[in-house]
């Protein structure tokens, strides 16, 4: 299963994540994602893409999924 999510703002609310368990690859584009703990309850996730994150240090959720063999951070020039 794959998410693409492109140009979207997530806000305090875990519940669009919350029937995610099975997904293979997650894609965020252009995004700002407000709770980054909610990446760390996707386990079976083997894929990570993050294009254009303002994020400034390597997300600690990122440890939590062991099943995870690409990290792909593009553009996050603040990393």
Do not use: W
């Not at 492109?6 to 965020?28: D, Q, Y």
Request: overall charge positive; proline content about 3%.
């Amino acid at each position: 299963m794959v998410l693409t999510l492109t140009s979207i703002r997530l806000v305090h609310s875990p519940k669009p994540f919350k029937f995610l368990e099975n997904l293979h690859t997650l894609c965020l584009k252009y995004c700002s994602l407000e709770d980054v703990a909610i990446l760390g309850k996707l386990k079976g996730l083997q894929i990570l893409s993050i294009v254009d994150f303002e994020i400034q240090r390597l997300l600690k959720e990122i440890g939590q999924l062991t099943q995870l063999r690409l990290l792909d951070l593009n553009y996050c020039s603040h990393l």
